[in-house]
């Protein structure tokens, strides 16, 4: 089982950006796919963007062309550049490993983005 934590949320105005943070324990953090996923308040949990064990990446099409998936293996860390931030991405960020049949969440961190 993988435990993730979450950084990086905060309070930005429109047009602003952020860069989340999540940090994996374990040694098999390579052979997860990691994702970013966000939930705002009355939504249901959303996908945001994922990032396969080769580097293969996948948005929602309300963040494509202004939010970027990244991993650095070797830091056991994901990350999701969020830039050209608008009101309507204010949610909990959760970050998910996914593998061997579960996945495992993180506890989430809130971004609000101010208009």
């Known amino acids: 089982q993988v435990q993730l934590v979450e950084s990086g949320g905060g309070l930005v105005q429109t047009g602003g950006s952020l860069r989340l943070s999540c940090a994996a324990s374990?040694?098999?953090?390579?052979?997860?796919?990691m994702g970013w996923y966000r939930q705002a308040p009355g939504k249901q949990r959303e996908v945001v963007a994922t990032i396969t064990r080769y580097g293969s990446t996948n948005y929602a099409d309300s963040v494509k062309g202004r939010f970027t998936i990244s991993r650095d293996n070797a830091k056991n860390t994901v990350y999701l550049q969020m830039n050209s931030l608008t009101p309507e991405d204010t949610a909990v960020y959760y970050c998910?490993?996914?593998?061997?049949?579960?996945?495992?969440w993180g506890q989430g961190t809130q971004v609000t983005v101010s208009s």
């Open positions: 374990g040694r098999l953090f390579s052979m997860y796919i």
């Open positions: 998910a490993a996914s593998g061997g049949g579960t996945t495992n």
